[in-house]
């Protein structure tokens, strides 16, 4: 509400107006601001005269923030209901595509670039099929990890977007670093690399460069757990700073025709799920734009060690 809404009440209250009830916004000494519900009585003398008003100003914050809280979670649990109904629909054609692909795994006509095209088919359908039974709840977090070599999901990711890389002049820069291998779930991970892959190449659709950057590192919180930091930078248009705060919320996207607001929500809930973090930096403006997403993710097999390079 705006400010100058107070003397608009007075007069209507003076003209014998109905009182009004009425919320706005407060801001305190330190810069935050307040969600401030206003209530607003009349004072009258001894001849029936309104002379004045009384008000009780009441600090709404906390029930804001929870009714915003009770909105996302009833959005949310809507959603799910949804994204299981469709994922049981899915399990059908899943199942017979899976078929068909072994089938073709057995065909002798199939030359070497053919099979490792079908070999990235089969991982995205790996992937497809975890996701579905994330969604109908039949995966549980007890499952077995396996070893997990960054740099080679990295690869994999690349080799899905090859055409779209190309299409949109995105030339890739990697260096890859880290010798440690984390431990975790290697669809899941991917499907963090993957959304933020995606989401790179769409933010620079003129062209650009895509650096994957990988190194042996320490959590920021606690120095004294090491892991493997993963940087997606892009040279694309950037984020603004407000928008920055809101990136991992679920149902927020700056993709306003096709983005669902849940891909960057899911991400960090994956990494935090395998004791890791995901940041963002980002600038605007002609001359420094471009994005950075940050992912740590911790290993407890430092002894395992993959081979480091640089290609561009």
Same mark, same amino acid.
């Given at each position: 509400?705006?400010?100058?809404?107070?003397?608009?009440?007075?007069?209507?209250?003076?003209?014998?107006?109905?009182?009004?009830?009425?919320?706005?916004?407060?801001?305190?000494?330190?810069?935050?601001?307040?969600?401030?519900?206003?209530?607003?009585?009349?004072?009258?003398?001894?001849?029936?005269?309104? /002379?004045?008003?009384?008000? *009780? +100003?009441?600090? =709404?914050?906390?029930?804001?923030?929870?009714? !915003?809280?009770?909105?996302? #979670?009833?959005?949310?649990?809507?959603?799910?209901?949804?994204?299981?109904?469709?994922?049981?629909?899915?399990?059908?054609?899943?199942?017979?595509?899976?078929?068909?692909?072994?089938?073709?795994?057995?065909?002798?006509?199939?030359?070497?670039?053919?099979?490792?095209?079908?070999?990235?088919?089969?991982?995205?359908?790996?992937?497809?099929?975890?996701?579905?039974?994330?969604?109908?709840?039949?995966?549980?977090?007890?499952?077995?990890?396996?070893?997990?070599?960054?740099?080679?999901?990295?690869?994999?990711?690349?080799?899905?977007?090859?055409?779209?890389?190309?299409?949109?002049?995105?030339?890739?820069?990697?260096?890859?670093?880290?010798?440690?291998?984390?431990?975790?779930?290697?669809?899941?991970?991917?499907? /963090?690399?993957?959304?933020? *892959? +995606?989401?790179? =190449?769409?933010?620079?659709?003129?062209?650009? !460069?895509?650096?994957?950057? #990988?190194?042996?590192?320490?959590?920021?919180?606690?120095?004294?757990?090491?892991?493997?930091?993963?940087?997606?930078?892009?040279?694309?248009?950037?984020?603004?700073?407000?928008?920055?705060?809101?990136?991992?919320?679920?149902?927020?996207?700056?993709?306003?025709?096709?983005?669902?607001?849940?891909?960057?929500?899911?991400?960090?809930?994956?990494?935090?799920?395998?004791?890791?973090?995901?940041?963002?930096?980002?600038?605007?403006?002609?001359?420094?734009?471009?994005?950075?997403?940050?992912?740590?993710?911790?290993?407890?097999?430092?002894?395992?060690?993959?081979?480091?390079?640089?290609?561009?």
């Amino acid at each position: 509400m705006k400010k100058d809404r107070l003397p608009t009440i007075m007069r209507k209250l003076k003209e014998g107006g109905r009182v009004e009830h009425y919320q706005t916004k407060r801001r305190k000494k330190d810069g935050t601001t307040l969600d401030i519900s206003v209530s607003v009585s009349p004072v009258y003398d001894s001849d029936g005269k309104i /002379v004045g008003a009384a008000t *009780i +100003a009441r600090d =709404i914050t906390q029930a804001k923030a929870m009714e !915003q809280t009770l909105r996302k #979670t009833e959005k949310l649990a809507a959603t799910g209901r949804l994204a299981a109904s469709v994922a049981h629909e899915i399990n059908n054609p899943l199942e017979s595509v899976t078929n068909l692909l072994y089938l073709l795994r057995h065909n002798s006509s199939l030359d070497d670039k053919a099979r490792t095209h079908l070999t990235f088919a089969e991982q995205e359908l790996d992937r497809v099929a975890h996701i579905v039974k994330q969604t109908l709840g039949y995966y549980r977090d007890t499952s077995t990890t396996t070893a997990v070599e960054i740099g080679s999901i990295l690869d994999s990711v690349l080799a899905i977007y090859a055409r779209k890389l190309e299409g949109n002049s995105v030339l890739v820069n990697k260096r890859y670093k880290a010798t440690h291998i984390v431990h975790g779930s290697t669809g899941e991970i991917r499907q /963090v690399f993957s959304n933020l *892959i +995606a989401n790179a =190449i769409d933010a620079m659709p003129q062209g650009g !460069q895509l650096t994957l950057a #990988t190194k042996n590192s320490h959590d920021f919180k606690n120095g004294n757990t090491p892991g493997v930091r993963i940087l997606i930078a892009d040279t694309g248009y950037g984020i603004a700073a407000d928008q920055q705060k809101k990136l991992f919320q679920a149902f927020f996207t700056t993709k306003t025709d096709v983005g669902t607001g849940l891909g960057l929500w899911l991400s960090k809930n994956i990494v935090e799920k395998h004791g890791g973090s995901i940041k963002v930096r980002s600038n605007t403006g002609h001359d420094r734009s471009g994005t950075v997403f940050g992912v740590f993710l911790p290993v407890t097999h430092t002894e395992q060690q993959v081979p480091s390079y640089d290609i561009k």
